[in-house]
């Protein structure tokens, strides 16, 4: 499965404006799987993950929806800075659903590595996963198409900071899951986090 991650930039005090450009790109009840803004680091930022298969094949102006948001500019679209527009091989496990829970908070991580490591780290992780459920469920991860290549990105979803931070702390207090990270953290050059809040997409005419 193909799935399509949209980071779009906005200009402060622009997010009903980026929110209404984005919702531009979906043909009526096709809704992503999920539209999130984010909260800490690099804020005025929308990010939108949805199946490939979801996207409008042209959107309501005639312009396939990529060209809609990459590369536009605020005076072209609605308030948008920039979007960069990423095609993502979806690994399982896959956990993600048609609906966020718009009480929790969610955190999109992207671990960058030499190219030539990243099967071996998606080996490790898979055989890991177990482990880490035992704390919380990994929502979904991915292996990029387009873009960077030498990253893995993978999503996951808790109650609050302070639900992440107690969940991360049990982990990291598992001897299970020291040995996998003995395994990966060699493997790994550059580690980002974003930590997101879920919003929802506007019905647009």
Known sequence: MTDVL???RFLPGQ???ALNGVARVF???NLPLGVWASELGLLNQLVTLCPLDRIAVTGSDGLRPFDLLAGTTASDCDGLAETEVRLL??????????????ASV?????YEMAPSAIDTFIGHLSAAIPVRDRYSLIEGWWKPITGKQDQIIHLWKYRDLE????????ANDDPDWQAFLKK???LLRVMQST???????PVVP
């Open 106 to 110: 969610y955190e999109l991580r992207a």
């Open 184 to 186: 990966v953290v060699p």
């Open 163 to 170: 639900h992440r931070r107690v969940v991360r702390q049990s």
């Open 89 to 102: 091989q979806r690994l399982e496990p896959f956990r993600m659903t048609a609906e966020l829970d718009p």
């Open 27 to 29: 043909d009526k009840g």
């Open 6 to 8: 949209m980071t779009t």
């Open 195 to 201: 930590v997101l809040n879920p919003l929802r997409l």
């Open 15 to 17: 997010l009903n404006a």
